[in-house]
């Protein structure tokens, strides 16, 4: 199986973006899905997460307000809408899919699957 991101590209300050996440070819249920990002010289960082049981989501403080993630099964897709984009946003971004249930949504040892990555550029 695998996780394909896509919907990453080049905005200016203050635009938005709507990234995907869609699973394929996967044999077991997911229990939740992250998005993770990674700057330059920076650690990995969980950004959002939603419970595939309850549709429960969890944000990071830094894109609470400016981030929504939600799902649409029919597609196996999970997206992330990402709004007011400011240059911090600027990174590589990971969907991850874990087949457990999670303890810490934001830690990326929590996930056993993830795609390739989409770079999100942010100019100020």
């Known amino acids: 199986g695998q996780l394909v991101e896509s919907g990453g590209g080049k905005v200016q300050s203050g635009g938005s973006l709507r990234l995907s996440c869609t699973a394929s070819?996967?044999?077991?249920?997911?229990?939740?899905i992250g998005w993770f990002r990674q700057a330059p010289g920076k650690e990995r960082e969980g950004v959002s997460c939603?419970?595939?049981?309850?549709?429960?989501?969890y944000y990071a403080n830094s894109v609470k307000g400016r981030f929504t993630i939600s799902r649409d099964n029919t597609k196996n897709t999970v997206y992330l809408e990402m709004n007011s984009l400011k240059p911090e946003d600027t990174a590589v971004y990971y969907c991850?899919?874990?087949?457990?249930?999670?303890?810490?949504?934001?830690?990326?040892?929590?996930?056993?699957?993830w795609g390739q990555g989409t770079q999100v550029t942010v100019s100020s």
């Open positions: 070819g996967f044999g077991l249920h997911f229990y939740a």
């Open positions: 939603i419970n595939t049981i309850d549709d429960s989501t």
């Open positions: 991850a899919a874990s087949e457990k249930l999670l303890r810490l949504w934001e830690v990326s040892e929590e996930y056993g699957y």
